[in-house]
Structures are given as C-alpha cells and as structure tokens.
C-alpha cells in the first residue's frame, strides 16, 4: 500500500514570483547603472602621495605654502640624456636643440636647462607639467620627443615627481580589468569544482558582480562628493574584497538552502528557512567587518581615511546581495540551481539525527577532523597554539618602515631607471628638492644653516619666477617673498625617495628650527616620512579600537564572554603568524627591501575581521546544535556541517586576494601574501582545529557567564563511552 504524500505547501503567487523577480530587476538596474561607473573611476581618483597626508603633517603644511609660490600647479619631469662618453661639442649643441622641441609640447611653464654633469655624461633638464594635463600621456609624449630627437647610442630617461606618478598611473591601469577577470576566474573554477554545477557558480558571481556594480556607485558619489580621497590602491582591494566577501556569504547562505531542499519540496518555504538560517551569522559578519574597516577613520592619513568607507560600502552592498539577490535567484530556480547533482529529499526520521558523540550522520575528512579534536582537544589546541607562536617569531623580521618609492613599482620602469642615472652623474636629489619654507627676517640665517646642513648638496632662495638666486652678475638678488615667508630649495645628496634621504629631511629639520621655530621643510622627501611615520602612529592606536569593536559584537552574537575573547585572541595569534611567515617570505623569497609601513595595518583590519568571519559562521552554528544537543556534541556537529562551507569560502577569499599580485605594486602584492595566506592558515588550523579543540576542552563553561553554560555543565550519559567505539584510538 503507498503511502499519502503530504499536502503541499501553499504559498501566495506575490511571494513565490512577483518579490524574487522586482528583487532581481531592481538588482539589475543598479549593475545596468553601476557598471559603466566603473570605467568612470579615474576621474575622481588620485595617486598623489601627498593628497593623503593629514592636514597637520609638517609636510602638508609645507606644500600650502609652497602652491602660493606658484603661479600654476605643476609637476615636474626631469629629463636626463646620458652617454657612456663625456658629451662633444657638437653633442652638446645637437642636446641644447632639444629644448625647443620639448617647449612646442606646451606641457607647462619655461623647461630648465640644458644643466650638464660635472662627469660630461649627462645632461638633464627640468620640464614641468601642468597639472591640468593628464601625466601619463604627457610623460609618454616627453620620451618619445626626447627619444627621437637624441644623438644616436644616448640613452633618455623621463623621471622626477612626473615620471614616477605616469608609472606609477600605469602599473595601475590593470586594476579595472585583469584584476577583476582573474579574481572572478579563480573564484568560478573553485565554485565549479565545489558544487560540480556550472549554474550555481553563475548565480554566485552574478551576486558578487552585482555587489561590485552597486559599491562603485556609493564609492563614485562618495569621491564625486569630495568625502573621500580615492587612489588606486583602494579601488584594486574594493574590487577584491566585494568579490571575495559576496562569494563568501553566498557560500554561507546556499549551504542553508541546500540543506533546506532536503527537508521541502517547496523552493519559497527553502528560500525562507535559509534566510532566517544565514541571516544572523551573515548579518554578524558584515556588521563586524564594516564596523572593523570604518575604524581606519580613526587614522591620521587621508589613504587610509578613505579606504576605511569605500571597502565598508563595498562589505554593505555584498551583505544586501546576499541576502536579497541570492535568495530571489534560488526562489526562482529551486533545485535546478544544483542542477545535475540535485539535493534530494530527506526521510523526515532521518533529518535530525539523534546526537550523543556529535559525529553521526558525518562522513569523511570533517568525521576525521572531528574525531581528532574529541579524543585529543587538550593536545590539539596546545600544538596550533606552539605552531602559531613559532610562526609568530618572523614578525620580527618586518621591515615595514616604508620603502623607496622607485622600489614600489615591481616592473621596468623608465623613471626608476632615470633616477639611477641621477644618481651617477648629478646631486641625486636633483629634481625633487627639499623645501624649505622659512621667514622673510630669517631667510639668510636659515639659508646658511639649510647649505652648511648633512646631506645637503646645494640650496638657493628663490626669486620671482621661480628662479634662483646665485649671487652671479645679473642674477636676482631679492627673494620672492609671500606673505612674509620666503621658499629655499634644498638639493639633497641622496635620491629623494631613499631612507638616507629621510634621515637628511630630519636632521635638517631640527636645524632649521634653531634659528626659526616656524620653519616648515617640505617637499617629496618630506612626505614620504611624514607618511611612514603617520602610518605607524596609526597602527598603534587603530588597532586596541578594532579588537575592542569585534569583542563587542561577538558578544552580542554569542552571548557570552569567554567565548569572544578567546575567539579574538586566536585570529589575533593566527595575524601574528601570518606576518611572521610573511615576513621570512618577503625577505628571503621575494627580496623585497622592505616594506610600506600601512602594510601592518591593513594587513590586520583584513586579517583580523575576515578571520572572524569564518569563527562567526562556525561558532554560531555550534551555539544552535549546543542548544539541541548539548555544547561538546553542537560543537562535533556544528564543526562537520560547516567545514566544507568555511573551507571552501576561506580558499574563494584567499584567491581572490591572491589575485592582487597581478598588479605590479610591492603593497598590493605585499597585501596579497599576507591576507591570502592568513585567511587560508586562519580556516585551515584556527577554525578547523584550534577553535573547535578548545571550545571542547573547555565544554559548557565556554558559553559563561551565559545560561546555556549553566545548563549544560555534565557530559551527557554515554557520551564518552559512545566517543570511544565509534573513534577507537589509532
């Protein structure tokens, strides 16, 4: 005799059709507008390192000044023309010829020069640029003139503030496009090897890139409004961290869905319950990343002042895609998103099995795993503990107080290679000149100290027109004065972006400063340091407002206390040991000479609220099998119907950072390293093993001072006994 199927669920035409279509055409439209937003970025985005400086920097302070010594903003591009022999005569006049030829490009002001070595090597000369030109094609068009018309078998360098900003602005240019197909390839081929569909892993990029279009809205309205100062640097780890952070909640949420289908055949009735499954646990998670991003406001520097709103929009949008268009596609589809591995429904004697280990039901590496951590937690939790402390020691080894920014660009570059040449023939600070802004009673003084100070090749107080004054016949003798204050520009004898060169611009500033308190010394040198030294400040302060902002939120989520601190504790352990081993890694493997100092910072926002998500989504599961079945086998349980789901979200986040090494900058490749190997040390040994193995040694208390860890405080009857026959020792 057949048994009666039971009575199909009735659900309403305007729930199950009409909210998941208006829900995917609103989503569509915001991609219809976000996406061509994209390719409007640049327009309201900057890569000059002094824009980011906060306004109390020493160096900002300077440049103010410096602009009211100028008739136009103008960058300048220092043009070298070098020769294996001293330049002839006839060489000479052939390169002073070239003046012309660059003044017809009607890039700027008057060009400099031609100013030959003292070895007869070289010759350089000084072109500004307007700043209302763009820098890259005008650099471009500088190389090809001064190529062209160069003696044969001479070599010709662009470089200077001008040359490195184009190079810099090209080794950015793969930031809208390569970056975004490897990151979005990457994810599609581990989705297609984890679900073994090629319709779900569409769904799940959809919602990703659907996320991207709508942050690129909010962040481009942000910029256009002039909250924010948007650089390449934060438009390279939105992309990232909007695809990596979607895929991750969707992850989270399809995993529930799945897990509904096989309890219904309803789809709506599926969509709902996953909806109320995932929504606190993604909820949680975004909620703690924004929050642990808006706190890069905190930060002295304008960079990290705006990357703090721009990655928070982009986890917003992520967070609203995966619980609005995710659930409206699967409405729409069901079961045949999984298609051809379809879940299948479930017995309703079967669904929930009668827990007493925490292992039934469970199969293969997660049945392994758990096993493990139940028979021996205490040894367990002890030996990640040492491993991670033993990574840790490397952190030592961080060079992270900044790096010469002719090191920054990883591949050739023209100006990298010009500032080479400035240092074998002429002062190597020529072109990029300390600034010394002092006051007009004072200016000799200061002049003198400024040309008797270490490291300081030649200075000139500056006259009308930007020309100096050099005491020759004819030449001007009265300084340009503004405002009472007179401007000194200092050539250093180091290459403007070297650490030597930073050490100079300090102990030139407390020489000045013994003859006039108010002197201001400026310049690309000066920030540069003023720079490192912020970002170092910040370290220190933003970093006890995070921990402090994420402890908080865990325990509202887990309601108790001494599972968030010990949660904290290990994804702070697990950041250590990823800049521990990064650090061998950058020093011995890569080369690196160091490191930008806001490598640190970032990379410890990312780490730290990234590895709470994973303990998030693992922990609160725990706490809903704990309330069923106990705390050890909710722990068991909540480990094995996780793992795949954490694991697979942790290697999509870890590729998709990964993906930043595309792009030729030493702190996005930096970055890259230190997120996508902590995410995968963080999923793989914190949350598989460390966390899980701790939380069981410690049981029921783990939950204090909450009542479920009064409740729970006695194994269960058999528990052990059960433990034993079915995970017998090896």
């Known amino acids: 005799m057949k048994h009666k199927s039971a009575p199909k669920e009735r659900v309403p035409f305007w729930l199950r059709w009409l909210v998941p279509a208006t829900l995917v055409l609103i989503w569509l439209a915001l991609a219809g507008i976000g996406g061509p937003t994209f390719g409007r970025l640049e327009e309201v985005s900057s890569n000059d390192q002094a824009s980011f400086l906060p306004a109390g920097a020493e160096a900002t302070a ?20 070098e020769s294996d022999e001293a330049f002839t005569p006839a060489q000479l006049g052939e390169v002073a010829g070239l003046r012309g030829g660059i003044e017809e490009l009607q890039l700027g002001s008057a060009v400099i020069g031609p100013i030959p070595s003292e070895d007869g090597k070289a010759v350089q000369f000084i072109a500004p640029i307007s700043e209302s030109a763009e820098i890259k094609e005008a650099v471009q068009e500088l190389r090809d003139t001064v190529a062209e018309a160069a003696p044969e078998g001479m070599r010709t360098y662009v470089t200077g503030p001008a040359g490195l900003a184009a190079d810099l602005t090209a080794a950015f240019a793969g930031i809208d496009g390569i970056l975004l197909l490897v990151a979005l390839a990457a994810v599609f081929i581990i989705l297609l090897i984890v679900y073994r569909s090629i319709l779900l892993p569409i769904m799940v990029l959809l919602t990703s890139v659907f996320a991207l279009c709508a942050a690129i809205l909010l962040v481009f309205g942000m910029a256009k409004a002039e909250w924010i100062q948007l650089n390449g640097q934060s438009q390279g780890i939105l992309s990232i961290l909007v695809i990596g952070a979607a895929t991750d909640y969707a992850l989270l949420y399809v995993a529930r869905f799945r897990e509904a289908l096989t309890h219904t055949t309803n789809r709506t009735a599926a969509v709902l319950t996953a909806w109320k499954a995932s929504f606190e646990p993604i909820l949680a998670s975004g909620a703690t990343v924004i929050i642990a991003l808006l706190c890069l406001l905190f930060s002295d520097l ?27 596609l699967m409405g729409l589809l069901g079961r045949a998103a999984f298609w051809p591995f379809v879940p299948k429904l479930v017995p309703a004697d079967e669904r929930e099995p009668e827990l007493v280990t925490g292992l039934e039901g469970q199969k293969g590496l997660w049945r392994a795993t758990g096993s493990l951590v139940a028979r021996r937690p205490r040894a367990v939790w002890i030996a990640s503990v040492l491993l991670l402390v033993a990574a840790s020691a490397g952190v030592l080894q961080l060079k992270a107080n900044g790096v010469p920014q002719t090191d920054v660009i990883l591949t050739a570059s023209n100006a990298v290679d010009g500032q080479d040449a400035l240092a074998r023939h002429f002062d190597a600070g020529s072109g990029s000149p300390a600034v010394v802004v002092a006051e007009q009673g004072k200016a000799q003084e200061v002049l003198d100290v400024v040309k008797a100070a270490d490291g300081v090749g030649e200075a000139y107080l500056l006259a009308q027109g930007s020309v100096p004054i050099t005491g020759a016949p004819g030449a001007p003798s009265a300084p340009d004065v503004r405002e009472g204050k007179v401007l000194i520009n200092a050539t250093l004898n180091f ?50 407002v995070v921990l402090v902002v994420i402890l908080f939120i865990l325990m509202l989520l887990l309601r108790s206390v001494l599972a968030p601190v010990l949660l904290v504790l290990s994804v702070v352990l697990s950041y250590a040991a990823a800049m521990g081993v990064s650090a061998f890694v950058f020093n011995n493997i890569f080369g690196f000479p160091g490191a930008d100092a806001t490598v640190p910072l970032f990379g410890f ?126």
């Not at 440049?63 to 100028?70: E, L, M």
């Not at 304008?302 to 409206?328: D, Y």
């Not at 049981?699 to 269960?716: N, Y």
């Open 302 to 328: 304008n960079s990290n002042k705006a990357l703090g709103p721009v990655a928070a929009a982009g986890i917003l949008c992520s967070l609203f895609a995966a619980l609005t268009l995710l659930p409206a």
């Open 62 to 81: 300077a440049q103010d000044w410096q602009a009211k010594f100028r008739d136009s903003d103008e960058v300048p591009g220092v043009i070298v023309i």
């Open 605 to 730: 926002v990312f780490l730290v609220a990234l590895g709470v998500d994973y303990n998030i989504f693992l922990m609160s599961r725990v706490r809903e099998e704990s309330l069923k079945h106990g705390t050890r086998p909710g722990i068991l349980r909540g480990l094995g119907v996780t793992g795949g789901v954490i694991t697979s979200a942790g290697v999509v986040l870890a590729a998709t950072f990964a993906a930043l090494g595309v792009i030729p900058i030493m702190f996005l490749v930096q970055l890259a390293f230190i997120v996508a190997f902590g995410v995968l040390l963080d999923t793989v040994l914190v949350r598989s093993l460390l966390v899980p193995a701790l939380a069981y040694d410690i049981g029921p208390r783990i939950w204090w001072p909450s009542k479920l860890g009064r409740q729970d405080v006695e194994q269960r009857p058999g528990q052990a006994e059960a433990l034993l026959v079915e995970t017998p020792a090896r």
């Open 495 to 544: 290459a403007a972006d070297s650490l030597e060169a930073e050490e100079a611009v300090k102990a030139l500033r407390d020489d000045v400063k013994t003859v006039d308190q108010e002197a201001l010394v400026g310049g690309v040198t000066a920030t540069a340091l003023d720079t490192n030294t912020t970002a170092q400040r910040d370290l220190v302060i933003i970093i006890p």
